[in-house]
Every structure is written in structure tokens, then in C-alpha cells.
């Protein structure tokens, strides 16, 4: 299978797959009215510590006491997300193991590789949309730009020679940047790194002159004057920098660039569980506890339903579909 050929694929029949997933298709057996009865597992497929981290380690404290058995993170980094994604299709599909997804998992990777270890919409029944994170748009010191119109200009009178970070091939950061460069029309090259914070240390030493990330790493850095935040990738102005506007306010309608997070199941997992833990998620999203971290990290609950959250994948699948192939991105 080319790699043209694969989102095209995805994008006529993961409807269908995923609404079926969502419903819970063909169930092994049906759940047992006391589910659950031992501790439940979250994969994620990144590392400790960024956005994915937090998200699940805030949904599972809640979880846990509501379900009254112990919901624990389980961190797979590595492949861009493929391994615990890859680990999370092949699970037991009787509620035990669910995985947070991602947009990099669930709608880059189906359009950056050729050879993807698992079907996003086969292998996974959606549980819920949880929340969305906005990438924002910054320069180091090494950049003057003042403004993103400015970085803008910067960028068109030397084309190719600044430089941006992100925390790595595929990451959300890399995606939302390429969607700024077809948009302005401009050539910046990609530096990738692994991870945020490599990325993060470069743009402060003033080795690349700009990056997209959310705004947790780089809101310590603003603060003590070393790094400008020059645009917000969200739809609206963030509260926690007011005085940033958004990309779409500075000359492109329509920007949106964030990165989200949900949970999913292994496909054929009974629907009445895919219900629970859709509803469990979704109280915990509620709890005071989880909307306070959540907000330190100006992350969105944006809760959806199984089959809203399905539509919502495929439609994500098509948007950032777009952008890989525009930018003609590859995986490494």
C-alpha cells in the first residue's frame, strides 16, 4: 500500500468502522454487571510529564474513586505513538486496557506512514473527546521578531533560512507550524527534536529561531523574558495571556491548530462498558480537581460521545490529512 493511497482508504470507510466500534461491534461476551472488578489500565503513548501525562494522570485519579477500582497510567513512548497504540489494538477488549489517543496517533500518523501497525478505525472502539490543548507560536532571543506579521516578513525576504523546532517528526508542534507555512505562503526549515524539552533548550540558546508547542513549556521562559510568545493556534485568545492574539485575528480566518486527546478501547469492546467509561470520563472532566489542572495547562474539556468523537476522527483524519500531503511530509 503507498502512502497516498492509505488516507484515501481511511477517509471512505473509517466512518462506517468507527460509528460500529463506538457501538461496541461484535462483543466476545456480554459484560458482567459488576465491571469492574480488578484495576484498570490507561496506555499512553508518550512519556511522563508533557501534555498526554498530565491529561491521563488527572482523568485516572478521578476515575479510580468513581469506578472504585484503581485506574493506572501505563506510559509506551516510542514510534510515534505506534507502540501502545499498536499494544492497545491487541488488548483483551473486556474494559481493562484503554489508551488515550491523540491527534498525532488517531490523524497524522494514518497520513505520514506508509506501513501503519494499526487501523484507526478497525482496531479501536471511541470512548470520548476529552480535551484540546492550542499550540501557540514563539521566538527565542535570537529572533527580533516582535509580532507574528513581522516573524512573517522575516521569513519571505530570507526564505529558508530561519529555522523552527518541534518535538519531533509527525509531533503536534511540526503539524501546526507546516499549517502556518501554507498558510503565510512561507519556507522556514523544520528542526526536529525528541522531545519538547531539547527543543525547548535550543530555542533558548538561540540555536533555531522560533517553535510551536502548548503552553506549558513555554509560559516559564515568557515570564522570566527570554522567550515571546508572537501567536495563539486556538480559536479564541487564551486567559492565562490575554494580550496574545490568535493567528486567525492576524490576518489568516479560519486558523485553528490544536492538539486534542481521547479515550479509546480495543475494538469489540461491549458497548455498555464503552458507555461507562464514556460517562465516568466525562464526571471526572467535571470534577474541581481536574478542571484546575487542567486549566494550569490552558487545556480545553471539550467532551463528545463515542459516535461524536468518531465523526470528530475521521474529519480530523481529512483536515490534517491535508496538511501532510501539502507540505509533502513523511515519517522518519
Not at 9 to 34: E, H, M, Q, T, V
Request: hydrophobic share 45%.
Amino acid at each position: 500500500m503507498n502512502r497516498s493511497s492509505f488516507p484515501r482508504r481511511i477517509g471512505r470507510r473509517a466512518l462506517c468502522a468507527l460509528a460500529l466500534a463506538a457501538a461496541g461491534g461484535a462483543a466476545l461476551a456480554a459484560p458482567s454487571a459488576s465491571w469492574p472488578q480488578r484495576p484498570i489500565r490507561l496506555i499512553v503513548p508518550y512519556g511522563p510529564g508533557g501534555s498526554s501525562d498530565v491529561i491521563a494522570r488527572a482523568l485516572a485519579g478521578e476515575m479510580s474513586k468513581s469506578l472504585g477500582q484503581s485506574v493506572f497510567v501505563d506510559n509506551k513512548a516510542g514510534g510515534q505513538g505506534t507502540i501502545a497504540m499498536l499494544e492497545a489494538a491487541r488488548a483483551t477488549p473486556d474494559g481493562y486496557t484503554v489508551v488515550l489517543g491523540h491527534v498525532g496517533t488517531l490523524a497524522v500518523n494514518p497520513a505520514m506512514m506508509a506501513k501503519l501497525p494499526y487501523d484507526p478505525a478497525r482496531d479501536f472502539a471511541p470512548v470520548a473527546l476529552l480535551t484540546r490543548v492550542p499550540m501557540l507560536f514563539a521566538v527565542g532571543p535570537r529572533d527580533r521578531s516582535a509580532t507574528l506579521p513581522a516573524f512573517i516578513a522575516e521569513a519571505k525576504a530570507v526564505p529558508g533560512r530561519l529555522n523552527y523546532g518541534s518535538a519531533g517528526n509527525g509531533s503536534a508542534g511540526h503539524l501546526a507550524f507546516e499549517m502556518l507555512k501554507l498558510r503565510a505562503g512561507i519556507d522556514v526549515t523544520h528542526v526536529p527534536y525528541k522531545g519538547t524539552g531539547a527543543q525547548m533548550t535550543d530555542l533558548l540558546a538561540g540555536t533555531i529561531e522560533a517553535a510551536s508547542a502548548g503552553l506549558p513549556g513555554f509560559l516559564p521562559h515568557v515570564k522570566a523574558g527570554r522567550l515571546r510568545i508572537l501567536a495563539v493556534g486556538a480559536a479564541a485568545r487564551l486567559p492565562a495571556i490575554p494580550d496574545v492574539p490568535t493567528v486567525a485575528e492576524l490576518g489568516y480566518p479560519g486558523f485553528e491548530s490544536s492538539q486534542w486527546f481521547g479515550l479509546l478501547a480495543p475494538a469489540g469492546t461491549p458497548a455498555p462498558i464503552v458507555e461507562r467509561l464514556y460517562q465516568e470520563a466525562v464526571k471526572a472532566l467535571g470534577t474541581p480537581a481536574v478542571v484546575h489542572r487542567l486549566a494550569e495547562d490552558s487545556s480545553t474539556p471539550t467532551p463528545l460521545g463515542p459516535q461524536e468523537f468518531a465523526r470528530f476522527i475521521v474529519a480530523e483524519q481529512k483536515r490534517w490529512g491535508e496538511v501532510v500531503r501539502s507540505a509533502r511530509l513523511t515519517a522518519d
